[in-house]
């Protein structure tokens, strides 16, 4: 038995800096999972950042149509802006509504985020509607073209959270809190959480410094 | 066989968990950061549209609030902290955000570079 600990000290703490940990073994699948989606939405929000780039270079590219400060309506982004904070806090009091399985606060809460989620996706359609009927389509100009694909790909996001949102009411209602809807349940809120701090980027680089520009 | 005779000493913590805190603590958090979120929000809003401050500080202050909310939001709402229990979240995202510069950096500063060296369009048609 001694042998054997000092060889796994050994491999444990090749640089002897004192902090052993003794082989802890699998984490749990709770850990395992929400890491996993955690790399995932990671690796999402690199994509996000190929369209980010984009547009930061075809910005400017008009081709004699609007510019980004004569078709944007600061106001309407402000609502949407905070529609998804308040749908974050939302979706942060239904993540300790599971954990405590409290299905009133719950569900109030859950259908609090879906509301909030819904006013921004029909906030952003109207905005896109309006432009397609004034003629600045996608097919516009470079620059409308890097607009729509990078604000209608978060918006298509919203529009899958909002789904994954509505699917863990009915879980919750049918199956109850087990252990494998919480876990579901902490990917949602991250997978939520995650799409506001993309809107951050969104609406600080697209509206407010393309208004500006 | 002495892997699990030995309690675990270490505990990690899942991408967006907290500690184990009572239900008050953890609604003043997620209160915490909405209130810091929404005054950065407004912070960003009015910077935007103002005259009261040298306009080409605008942009550069546009994106330093962006940045500062993204961390509120990361802290309050997703839970990623510095301490032990998150370093493999932690390390995940550096390289995300590593990933993320490289992309956006490295785009905008190629695509000025080849910008900055094309010659001028009449010049271009000129040879045509």
Avoid at chain 1, 11 to 17: L, M, Q, T
Avoid at chain 2, 9 to 22: F, I, M, N, V, W
Avoid at chain 2, 65 to 83: K, P, S, Y
Wanted: with cysteine; aromatic share 12%; net charge negative.
């Amino acid at each position: 038995m001694a042998m054997t600990a000092t060889v796994g000290h050994s491999h444990a703490d090749p640089h002897h800096v004192g902090l052993v940990i003794e082989h802890p073994g699998p984490a749990p699948k709770r850990i395992v999972t929400a890491y996993g989606f955690w790399i995932f939405l990671l690796s999402d929000i690199v994509m996000f950042s190929c369209f980010f780039a984009a547009y930061a270079v075809l910005s400017g590219q008009t081709a004699g149509g609007p510019k980004g400060s004569e078709i944007f309506e600061p106001r309407y982004v402000a609502i949407e802006t905070v529609c998804l904070l308040l749908s974050s806090f939302t979706c942060g009091m239904a993540s300790i509504a599971a954990d405590v399985r409290n299905r009133f606060w719950f569900y109030l809460s859950m259908t609090a985020t879906c509301m909030l989620g819904l006013i921004f996706l029909v906030l952003e359609f109207r905005e896109f509607a309006d432009l397609i009927a004034r003629g600045y389509g996608p097919s516009r100009s470079a620059f409308l073209t890097a607009f729509f694909s990078l604000v209608g790909c978060h918006g298509l996001h919203v529009s899958a959270g909002v789904l994954w949102l509505l699917t863990m009411m009915a879980q919750v209602f049918a199956k109850g809190f087990r252990a494998d809807i919480l876990r579901r349940m902490l990917c949602f809120a991250l997978f939520w959480h995650a799409l506001d701090i993309i809107w951050v980027a969104v609406f600080s680089v697209v509206y407010l410094l393309g208004s500006g520009v | 066989m002495s892997d699990q005779a030995h309690a675990r000493t270490d505990h990690d913590l899942a991408p967006g968990e907290e500690e184990q805190h009572s239900v008050g603590t953890r609604i003043l958090g997620y209160v915490v950061g909405l209130v810091l979120a929404l005054l950065l929000t407004a912070t960003s809003f009015f910077i935007a549209g103002t005259d009261l401050v040298w306009q080409p500080s605008i942009p550069v202050a546009l994106i330093v609030l962006a940045i500062a909310q993204m961390g509120v939001h990361l802290v309050f709402f997703l839970h990623i902290t510095t301490g032990p229990d998150n370093t493999n979240n932690v390390l995940a995202l550096a390289f995300g955000v590593l990933v993320v510069f490289l992309v956006i950096g490295g785009t905008v500063w190629i695509m000025a570079n080849l910008n900055a060296n094309m010659p001028p369009m009449d010049q271009i048609m000129r040879m045509q």
